[in-house]
C-alpha cells in the first residue's frame, strides 16, 4: 500500500514521525511535504496529495498542519476526494468505515504524536462498509460534479 504524506512548516517533525512510523509497519510512504521551516503554504501540500491519490498514484494520503484544517481544505477542493480533518480515533475509523476517506488530516499543534498514530492505526485499519453508505457516497459525487443535488 502506497501512502502520499504531505505537511506545511509547522509539521515536519510530526510528519517525519508519522511516515517512520508507517515505513516501519511496511507501508511505502511518498513525501510531497515540505522538509524546511521556511513558511509553506498549506495549499500546496494539500493539492499535491490529493492529485496523487485521485490519480492513483498513492493509495491513500496523510495530511498534517498546525491544525489540519486548511491542508484538509485543499485536498478536498481535489475532485474525487474525501478528507477528513480529525482528532481522535473514532471519527478517523467511522469516516473510513461509512465515508470511504481517502485522506487523513489532523494538526501538529492539536495532537500529540501517540495520537497521531493511534488515529492513523484506526483510519488505516478500518474498511469501507458499502452499502445504503455508498449511496451517500454518490450523492457526494453528484453534489462536486454537476453542483446539483436530485435526491
Ligand atoms: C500556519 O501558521 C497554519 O495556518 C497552518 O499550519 C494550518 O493550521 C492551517 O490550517
Redesign the pocket.
Known amino acids: 500500500m502506497k501512502i502520499a504524506i504531505g505537511n506545511?512548516h509547522?509539521a515536519i517533525d510530526m510528519k517525519n514521525e508519522i511516515k517512520l512510523y508507517l515505513e516501519n509497519k511496511g507501508y511505502e510512504v511518498i513525501n510531497v511535504g515540505t522538509d524546511s521551516t521556511e513558511r509553506f503554504n498549506?495549499p500546496v501540500s494539500g493539492f499535491k496529495v490529493g492529485k496523487m491519490v485521485a490519480e492513483n498514484k498513492a493509495d491513500l494520503g496523510i495530511l498534517i498542519?498546525?491544525?489540519g484544517?486548511?491542508?484538509g481544505l485543499a485536498a478536498n477542493k481535489v475532485h474525487g476526494i474525501r478528507c477528513v480533518t480529525c482528532s481522535d480515533p473514532y471519527t478517523a475509523k467511522l469516516s473510513k468505515e461509512h465515508n470511504n476517506t481517502n485522506i487523513l488530516s489532523f494538526?501538529a499543534?492539536v495532537i500529540g504524536i501517540e495520537t497521531a498514530k493511534m488515529i492513523v492505526d484506526e483510519w488505516l485499519n478500518a474498511k469501507f462498509e458499502g452499502g445504503r453508505h455508498q449511496n451517500r457516497i454518490d450523492m457526494l459525487k453528484e453534489i462536486e460534479e454537476t453542483q446539483n443535488l436530485s435526491e
Do not use: F, L, P, Q
Request: charged share 20%; hydrophobic share 25%.
Open positions: 506545511d509547522v498549506y498542519c498546525g491544525t484544517v486548511g491542508i494538526g499543534r
